[in-house]
């Protein structure tokens, strides 16, 4: 049975402690799994560029500590989506929004919430490996946390634990003062994600991360993923449906007819990919569009 | 790559050559003539040309020797135009900054075309403005300098006079070269990667905080070539200089006393009644001015294409 | 997980809004403020020593300073970091701005009392600079101008043109020596360019004129037309060539009938902002062609007006009748030069399709 939240009614089921999450209802036995209600969700998103309407409705909760794939042909607002997560959406001018993002609970959108502050809680990583070219690998890891300017006991611990979790410690330990450019594109992009680490975020946004990357360095990236999903929530867009089998335990499948993108169905990963409820989400996973 | 072009295309190639090489030529041409008239006194009066102290026509019997040096004119050239970068670079940088990362969206285009413009206002309608506007504003800061900061050689001012000094004439000027600067700081300033800004405000960091981390090295090159057109800029100055500064042969590096001057305006004043030994002089300070404005347009030149080359 | 069910209900409509944005009352209230801080200036400017505009915008600056501070304290290092410093460059922009809008609205205030309907017809044949405001005019001197940016335009154009159809479509070996000279050429100071054109064209032909002048300005207004019209061949698709070099075409006439016919806006255009940067310059007719007081229309011999030394001429009197004219002078040529601006604009908007 699905949970279904609708703009304006005060659901029950949201206000407890717990909620029913999805019942794996035809593959295998169900199971109701139960989760609190922290962390990320959306309800009622929408968004806008200036009068043109990008998104529509979008109801999601993101489980916690694990990785949720969004996934859909391009141009159905994913990356828009992405970046209301962490407010950068509104950095394009004509930018607007209705419905709430809510972490812990709380509306980030609220006028009492200080912006920057919650950017430290959600990570992001672009589609192009962008480290800082004027810095070197240790000043990079480091560099979100002097922007912030925030008190920190011991640089190099930190440095070594952001850079083992992104798995690029045992490469780059003996050149932590070479240039930030001076990687593989693989490496500029782990690098990326261990200067995402380095301020503690329970979250960790990801645009496509392996786009630009040979199959090899999207192997190595995609197993880090797996790995950081131990301990943090990662929400990971992507075009790649074979990705997304193998890297997401849920996926959330938006499609635009033109109009505003739409969340049509989001489910445990296996389940949408062999028996997914939607005609439409079994056309594009079977790659008869997209 | 050889490849064989008809008649009439190679008619067509020479005069577009032709055409274009006419900058290259013309360029020359003003380079050898000065030089070629004003050789005589760069031989006359060797090195004491550029470090003597007296511009003197000499009498017409020659008892009193005619002795040209642009010494102090060179000097007042160098004081007004740094005078002028002084003032002129931060305020270009927090005016491109603030076009750039503040400017709401409705007001930066009118913001860019109010700079365009002011780009194009003639020196002339400075020096008036700062005849009739400005002088009572700057005298009353130069005063203020002098009384806390006179016991500094740089400002001291023994006459208590401070109208029409290289400091006035140095402001006007920094006005004058801050719509370049800013223009091209804030080209370079915009083609700041828009993921690298992104990315540190999706760490957690402020405004600021993107600004000082990234755009301000990325633009740091190009902000220096913007310096040095504005540098050029004010090192050619005439009339503004003309009308703001008593021109005044001598060396001068009290910037707040009443007196000073540059070569352009040491050329715009003499060359009315000059002897023609006189204009052959004049005709070398051209050259050595010439010179100067050509050096430094260059290496801004050089230094602005290769920012952009690099980043790119 | 949870999603949105039937989906044949369409999407809900809501209310696009900018959470972001300060809401309107915090934006009145924070308005309220500032003009509160505004009204304590400028008592403070009437009783201490602080005088004048600069003297206002100075306490007014430093109340704004203080109040940044005060809000920021407890947020943090960097955060009350960027408050401050985003203070002083909104301030740092403010005072680059200001000399400019200072010299507008000074046009406009001061030039505006020596306008009379005939001001633009007249001359200063049987006016001194000493007369009554509604004699007397700059008609003499726009005829100069125009004469002699007209000459510097017929030599100064073909030859911009040229180069840019040389930097584009030639592309020989010079190159980059050409393009490096144009660049570094913009830099020749005006003044220079009116020795030279003195020691040559005024000392052999035995006179200033007209003639002179315009050669003068045109040495300084090459570079920019040049620059210009190669930006603008710059834009022309490489397909459009290729198309009609598949048509057979030599390399002349594709260039001469396919390509600069579609940049034919952009090119005036690339004449206009030449005229723009000469039309108020100075120092270099000051050597070639000094000014006259009466109408001429024979631009080959002996000195002819032109705005720049009108304006220069009244002001170096200093009356203060001469200075209102310099000024009303100085306003019809800033509205020339702004109509140059405007046209250029809308040209250049024209070549884009």
Same mark, same amino acid.
């Given at each position: 049975?699905?949970?279904?939240?609708?703009?304006?009614?005060?659901?029950?089921?949201?206000?407890?402690?717990?909620?029913?999450?999805?019942?794996?209802?035809?593959?295998?036995?169900?199971?109701?799994?139960?989760?609190?209600?922290?962390?990320?969700?959306?309800?009622?998103?929408?968004?806008?560029?200036?009068?043109?309407?990008?998104?529509?409705?979008?109801?999601?909760?993101?489980?916690?500590?694990?990785?949720?794939?969004?996934?859909?042909?391009?141009?159905?607002?994913?990356?828009?989506?992405?970046?209301?997560?962490?407010?950068?959406?509104?950095?394009?001018?004509?930018?607007?929004?209705?419905?709430?993002?809510?972490?812990?609970?709380?509306?980030?959108?609220?006028?009492?919430?200080?912006?920057?502050?919650?950017?430290?809680?959600?990570?992001?990583?672009?589609?192009?490996?962008?480290?800082?070219?004027?810095?070197?690998?240790?000043?990079?890891?480091?560099?979100?946390?002097?922007?912030?300017?925030?008190?920190?006991?011991?640089?190099?611990?930190?440095?070594?634990?952001?850079? =083992?979790?992104?798995?690029?410690?045992?490469?780059?330990?003996?050149?932590?003062?070479?240039?930030?450019?001076?990687?593989?594109?693989?490496?500029?992009?782990?690098?990326?994600?261990?200067?995402?680490?380095?301020?503690?975020?329970?979250?960790?946004?990801?645009?496509?991360?392996?786009?630009?990357?040979?199959?090899?360095?999207?192997?190595?990236?995609?197993?880090?993923?797996?790995?950081? /999903?131990?301990?943090? #929530?990662?929400?990971?867009?992507?075009?790649?449906?074979?990705? $997304?089998?193998?890297?997401?335990?849920?996926?959330?499948?938006?499609? =635009?007819?033109?109009?505003?993108?739409?969340?049509?169905?989001?489910? !445990?990963?296996? @389940?949408?990919?062999?028996?997914?409820?939607?005609?439409?989400?079994?056309?594009?996973?079977?790659?008869?569009?997209? | &790559?050889?490849?064989?072009?008809?008649?009439?295309?190679?008619?067509?190639?020479?005069?577009?050559?032709?055409? $274009?090489? #006419?900058?290259? %030529?013309?360029?020359?041409?003003?380079?050898?003539?000065?030089?070629?008239?004003?050789?005589?006194?760069?031989?006359?009066?060797?090195?004491?040309?550029?470090?003597?102290?007296?511009?003197?026509?000499?009498?017409?019997?020659?008892?009193?020797?005619?002795?040209?040096?642009?010494?102090?004119?060179?000097?007042?050239?160098?004081?007004?135009?740094?005078?002028?970068?002084?003032?002129?670079?931060?305020?270009?940088?927090?005016?491109?900054?603030?076009?750039?990362?503040?400017?709401?969206?409705?007001?930066?285009?009118?913001?860019?075309?109010?700079?365009?413009? !002011?780009?194009?206002?003639?020196?002339?309608?400075?020096?008036?403005?700062?005849?009739?506007?400005?002088?009572?504003?700057?005298?009353?800061?130069?005063?203020?300098?002098?009384?806390?900061?006179?016991?500094?050689?740089?400002?001291?001012?023994?006459?208590?006079?401070?109208?029409?000094?290289?400091?006035?004439?140095?402001?006007?000027?920094?006005?004058?070269?801050?719509?370049?600067?800013?223009?091209?700081?804030?080209?370079?300033? =915009?083609?700041?990667?828009?993921?690298?800004?992104?990315?540190?405000?999706?760490?957690?960091?402020?405004?600021?905080?993107?600004?000082?981390?990234?755009?301000?090295?990325?633009?740091?090159?190009?902000?220096?070539?913007?310096?040095?057109?504005?540098?050029?800029?004010?090192?050619?100055?005439?009339?503004?200089?003309?009308?703001?500064?008593?021109?005044?042969? @001598?060396?001068?590096?009290?910037?707040?006393?009443?007196?000073?001057?540059?070569?352009?305006?040491?050329?715009?004043?003499?060359?009315?009644?000059?002897?023609?030994?006189?204009?052959?002089?004049?005709?070398?300070?051209?050259?050595?001015?010439?010179?100067?404005?050509?050096?430094?347009?260059?290496?801004?030149? /050089?230094?602005?294409?290769?920012?952009?080359?690099?980043?790119? | 997980?949870?999603?949105?069910?039937?989906?044949?209900?369409?999407?809900?409509?809501?209310?696009?809004?900018?959470?972001?944005?300060?809401?309107?009352?915090?934006?009145?209230?924070?308005?309220?403020?500032?003009?509160?801080? /505004?009204?304590?200036?400028?008592? %403070?400017?009437?009783?201490?020593?602080?005088?004048?505009?600069?003297?206002?915008?100075?306490?007014?600056?430093?109340?704004?300073?203080?109040?940044?501070?005060?809000?920021?304290?407890?947020?943090?290092?960097?955060?009350?970091?960027?408050?401050?410093?985003?203070?002083?460059?909104?301030?740092? !922009?403010?005072?680059?701005?200001?000399?400019?809008?200072?010299?507008?609205?000074?046009?406009? #205030?001061?030039?505006?009392?020596?306008?009379?309907?005939?001001?633009?017809?007249?001359?200063?044949?049987?006016?001194?600079?000493?007369?009554?405001?509604? &004699?007397?005019?700059?008609?003499?001197?726009?005829?100069?101008?125009?004469?002699?940016?007209?000459?510097?335009?017929?030599?100064?154009?073909?030859?911009?043109?040229?180069?840019?159809?040389?930097?584009?479509?030639?592309?020989?070996?010079?190159?980059?020596?050409?393009?490096?000279?144009?660049?570094?050429?913009?830099?020749?100071?005006?003044?220079?360019?009116?020795?030279?054109?003195?020691?040559?064209?005024?000392?052999?032909?035995?006179?200033?004129?007209?003639?002179?002048?315009?050669?003068?300005?045109?040495?300084?207004?090459?570079?920019?037309?040049?620059?210009?019209?190669?930006?603008?061949?710059?834009?022309?698709?490489?397909?459009?060539?290729?198309?009609?070099?598949?048509?057979?075409?030599?390399?002349?006439?594709?260039?001469?009938?396919?390509?600069?016919?579609?940049?034919?806006?952009?090119?005036?255009?690339?004449?206009?902002?030449?005229?723009?940067?000469?039309?108020?310059?100075?120092?270099?007719?000051?050597?070639?062609?000094?000014?006259?007081?009466?109408?001429?229309?024979?631009?080959?011999?002996?000195? %002819?007006?032109?705005?720049? &030394?009108?304006?220069?001429? &009244?002001?170096?009197?200093?009356?203060?009748?001469?200075?209102?004219?310099?000024?009303?002078?100085?306003?019809?040529?800033?509205?020339?030069?702004?109509?140059?601006?405007?046209?250029?604009?809308?040209?250049?908007?024209?070549?884009?399709?």
């Amino acid at each position: 049975m699905n949970v279904v939240n609708q703009i304006g009614t005060e659901s029950k089921t949201s206000k407890e402690d717990g909620i029913i999450m999805n019942e794996m209802s035809t593959s295998g036995a169900s199971t109701a799994v139960v989760e609190r209600s922290l962390g990320l969700e959306t309800r009622g998103l929408h968004a806008w560029f200036g009068a043109h309407h990008v998104l529509s409705d979008i109801n999601l909760k993101f489980p916690e500590r694990s990785v949720t794939g969004l996934i859909g042909p391009s141009g159905c607002g994913k990356s828009t989506y992405l970046r209301m997560l962490n407010r950068m959406h509104e950095f394009i001018p004509s930018a607007a929004m209705a419905g709430e993002v809510l972490m812990n609970g709380s509306d980030i959108y609220a006028p009492e919430v200080d912006a920057a502050d919650m950017r430290l809680k959600v990570g992001m990583v672009f589609q192009k490996p962008n480290p800082f070219p004027a810095m070197t690998i240790k000043e990079n890891v480091l560099a979100g946390i002097k922007l912030a300017n925030l008190k920190v006991s011991n640089h190099d611990d930190i440095v070594e634990q952001c850079l =083992s979790r992104a798995g690029l410690w045992k490469e780059v330990k003996d050149r932590l003062n070479a240039s930030g450019g001076s990687l593989s594109g693989g490496q500029q992009q782990r690098l990326c994600i261990a200067r995402s680490l380095a301020v503690e975020p329970t979250i960790l946004l990801m645009d496509e991360p392996c786009s630009a990357l040979d199959p090899g360095s999207t192997l190595r990236i995609e197993e880090t993923i797996r790995e950081l /999903a131990e301990k943090i #929530t990662v929400v990971i867009v992507t075009h790649n449906m074979q990705q $997304a089998s193998r890297v997401s335990d849920y996926c959330a499948f938006f499609l =635009s007819d033109g109009g505003p993108g739409v969340l049509v169905e989001a489910d !445990a990963t296996r @389940k949408m990919f062999t028996n997914p409820t939607d005609t439409r989400t079994a056309d594009y996973v079977q790659g008869k569009f997209g | &790559m050889h490849v064989v072009y008809s008649l009439g295309d190679r008619i067509f190639r020479r005069i577009v050559t032709g055409g $274009a090489l #006419t900058s290259l %030529i013309v360029l020359a041409l003003i380079g050898l003539f000065l030089l070629a008239r004003g050789i005589e006194i760069f031989r006359d009066m060797g090195p004491k040309f550029i470090t003597g102290t007296n511009w003197t026509a000499g009498s017409e019997d020659g008892v009193i020797p005619a002795e040209f040096s642009i010494g102090p004119m060179l000097a007042g050239t160098i004081v007004t135009s740094l005078i002028a970068l002084f003032f002129a670079v931060p305020l270009s940088i927090a005016g491109a900054l603030y076009m750039e990362f503040f400017a709401p969206a409705k007001i930066k285009g009118t913001l860019v075309s109010m700079l365009d413009l !002011a780009a194009a206002i003639p020196s002339l309608f400075f020096g008036l403005w700062g005849m009739q506007v400005f002088s009572s504003m700057g005298e009353r800061w130069a005063t203020l300098t002098n009384h806390y900061l006179g016991w500094f050689p740089l400002f001291n001012n023994e006459l208590g006079i401070f109208g029409r000094s290289p400091f006035i004439a140095g402001l006007v000027l920094a006005a004058m070269i801050v719509p370049i600067i800013t223009s091209v700081s804030r080209e370079v300033y =915009s083609r700041t990667p828009r993921e690298l800004v992104d990315t540190c405000y999706a760490l957690g960091g402020t405004r600021w905080g993107a600004i000082r981390a990234v755009v301000l090295p990325f633009g740091r090159s190009g902000v220096v070539g913007g310096a040095m057109l504005g540098l050029g800029r004010a090192l050619g100055e005439t009339v503004a200089v003309y009308l703001l500064l008593n021109i005044v042969f @001598k060396y001068n590096f009290n910037i707040l006393e009443s007196e000073g001057g540059n070569i352009a305006s040491l050329i715009a004043t003499k060359f009315g009644e000059a002897t023609p030994y006189e204009l052959k002089a004049l005709l070398a300070a051209g050259f050595v001015l010439f010179l100067l404005t050509l050096t430094v347009n260059m290496a801004a030149t /050089a230094v602005v294409n290769r920012t952009e080359k690099a980043q790119a | 997980m949870s999603t949105t069910s039937d989906l044949t209900i369409h999407a809900i409509e809501a209310t696009p809004k900018q959470p972001w944005h300060k809401p309107r009352a915090e934006q009145r209230r924070d308005a309220m403020v500032y003009l509160a801080l /505004a009204v304590v200036a400028y008592a %403070i400017v009437m009783v201490s020593g602080f005088a004048g505009p600069d003297g206002f915008a100075l306490v007014f600056f430093v109340e704004v300073l203080l109040l940044t501070i005060l809000r920021s304290r407890g947020i943090g290092k960097a955060k009350s970091t960027n408050a401050i410093i985003s203070t002083v460059i909104g301030a740092g !922009a403010f005072v680059a701005f200001a000399p400019w809008v200072s010299i507008f609205i000074s046009l406009v #205030t001061k030039g505006f009392q020596g306008l009379y309907f005939g001001y633009l017809f007249d001359d200063m044949r049987v006016t001194t600079p000493d007369d009554e405001l509604n &004699m007397g005019g700059v008609g003499h001197a726009i005829v100069g101008s125009l004469l002699m940016v007209l000459i510097a335009t017929v030599i100064t154009l073909p030859l911009g043109i040229l180069s840019g159809v040389y930097l584009t479509e030639v592309r020989g070996r010079m190159t980059k020596m050409v393009r490096f000279v144009i660049q570094s050429m913009s830099g020749v100071p005006s003044i220079v360019a009116g020795l030279f054109i003195y020691t040559t064209v005024v000392t052999y032909s035995g006179t200033y004129s007209g003639v002179a002048g315009a050669l003068a300005l045109a040495v300084l207004m090459l570079p920019t037309v040049a620059r210009t019209s190669e930006e603008v061949l710059k834009l022309v698709p490489e397909d459009l060539r290729a198309v009609s070099y598949a048509l057979g075409a030599r390399q002349w006439r594709s260039s001469l009938m396919v390509v600069l016919p579609t940049v034919r806006s952009g090119l005036t255009t690339a004449a206009i902002l030449g005229v723009a940067r000469v039309v108020g310059e100075t120092a270099p007719l000051l050597l070639t062609v000094l000014t006259n007081n009466e109408f001429k229309f024979n631009p080959f011999n002996g000195p %002819i007006a032109s705005m720049p &030394m009108y304006v220069f001429g &009244m002001l170096q009197i200093g009356t203060e009748y001469s200075i209102a004219r310099a000024w009303s002078g100085s306003l019809v040529l800033m509205l020339i030069v702004l109509a140059l601006f405007v046209t250029a604009r809308r040209l250049g908007g024209k070549d884009k399709r």
